[in-house]
Nanobody, 122 residues
Framework: QVQLVESGGGLVQAGGSLRLSCTASGSIFSINAMGWYRQAPGKQRELVARITSDGTTTSADSVKGRFTISRDNTKNTVSLQMNSLKPEDTAVYYC????????????????WGQGTQVTVSS
């Protein structure tokens, strides 16, 4: 019913920048919150940043001042601008959508993208 497609991952040197984008498709009326999570090898998936439909943002302390999340409600997209990247930012980054209002269905929760690899070399 809903698909999240990410783009923008890759390999970058420490101090560099990358921009991740995610588009949600389907018969979507609205999405309450969209965000990015990441999972490094051997570690649990963790929240990077999220943004609600009214623009309220939350981000992990480790990325504050370096990463910026934004969204376009009209296009059901969310982006993550990552600056001053560090090797410890290396992980698979997952797009997430929560509380999605779907035509003919109602509210559904917790959609995930397939993940995109971000690798930061030292």
């Amino acid at each position: 019913q809903v698909q999240l497609v990410e783009s923008g991952g890759g390999l970058v040197q420490a101090g560099g920048s990358l921009r991740l984008s995610c588009t949600a498709s389907g018969s979507i009326f609205s999405i309450n919150a969209m965000g990015w999570y990441r999972q490094a090898p051997g570690k649990q998936r963790e929240l990077v940043a999220r943004i609600t439909s009214d623009g309220t943002t939350t981000s992990a302390d480790s990325v504050k001042g370096r990463f910026t999340i934004s969204r376009d409600n009209t296009k059901n997209t969310v982006s993550l601008q990552m600056n001053s990247l560090k090797p410890e930012d290396t992980a698979v980054y997952y797009c997430h959508a929560n509380r999605v209002l779907i035509a003919g269905v109602g509210y559904e929760y917790d959609y995930w993208g397939q993940g995109t690899q971000v690798t930061v070399s030292s």
